[in-house]
């Protein structure tokens, strides 16, 4: 299957300061990418779609000031956590569909995660 | 709430026995997929149904759709240790979001 790799896997960040998780599609062009946040032990929730060249799509609840998303080309989007507390950590997940497989009706690629411990 | 729920939330079965989650969503939806995740891993893409589909296989994975009742199940035969994991169904809709069941933890004992 195709990859996604997000960068970094684990990050310890102090309080108050910004951390940047890449997302990047390695052997394939997506125009969409996908950022999950999963607190432990919990589903996965959708927490914005970010489409390459415009901007991203939040879900309710999810502040855009403080998850900024960039989708800067068709193999690369990142999630910035500005001012992070210690609230904000969790996992991240970033997913990401085929270009050309239309919408809607595809599986979509997982990157690994990104563990993210703010102190 | 953008999540669907599953049941059980937690199973833990013998090595050889068969497996049984469900899931329920609420929305009208394109398709619907299972996804497998390890402790503190990313996801793994088991198998989509569409929806105009009523079952699937692959391999020793046995999915069901019914739209009428907005239900789904994953039947895993045949169960080894390494099948334990957690198991999220997720509903795509017209758009590109989807959104995720709220997991069942399964463990299989060898």
């Known amino acids: 299957g195709a990859v996604v790799s997000q960068h970094p896997s684990w990050v310890i960040c102090k309080s108050g300061t910004s951390v940047k998780i890449e997302c990047r599609s390695l052997?394939?062009?997506?125009?969409?990418m996908f950022w999950y946040r999963q607190f432990p032990k919990q589903s996965l929730m959708l927490m914005a779609t970010?489409?390459?060249?415009?901007?991203?799509?939040?879900e309710q609840g999810v502040e855009k000031d403080k998850f900024l998303i960039n989708h800067a080309s068709l193999t690369l989007s990142t999630l910035t956590v500005t001012s992070a507390h210690p609230e904000d950590s969790s996992f991240y997940i970033c997913?990401?569909?085929?270009?050309?497989?239309?919408?809607?009706?595809?599986?979509?690629?997982f990157g690994q995660g990104t563990r993210l411990t703010v102190v | 709430s953008q999540q669907g729920e599953e049941d059980p939330q937690a199973l833990s079965i013998q090595e050889g026995e068969n497996a049984t989650m469900n899931c329920s969503y609420k929305?009208?939806?394109?398709?619907l997929q299972w996804y497998r995740q390890n402790s503190g891993r990313g996801l793994v893409h088991l198998i989509l149904?569409?929806?105009?589909?009523r079952e699937k296989h692959s391999g020793r994975l046995r999915v069901t759709l019914d739209t009428s009742k907005k239900s789904s199940s994953l039947l895993i035969t045949a169960s080894r240790a390494a099948d334990t994991a957690s198991y999220f169904c997720?509903?795509?809709?017209?758009?590109?979001?989807?959104?995720f069941g709220t997991g069942t933890s399964l463990t299989v004992i060898p």
């Open positions: 929305t009208s939806i394109n398709n």
């Open positions: 997913s990401a569909r085929h270009r050309h497989r239309g919408v809607g009706n595809t599986e979509a690629f």
């Open positions: 970010s489409n390459e060249g415009s901007k991203a799509t939040y």
């Open positions: 997720a509903t795509g809709n017209t758009g590109n979001q989807f959104y």
């Open positions: 149904i569409r929806s105009n589909e």
């Open positions: 052997d394939f062009q997506a125009t969409t």
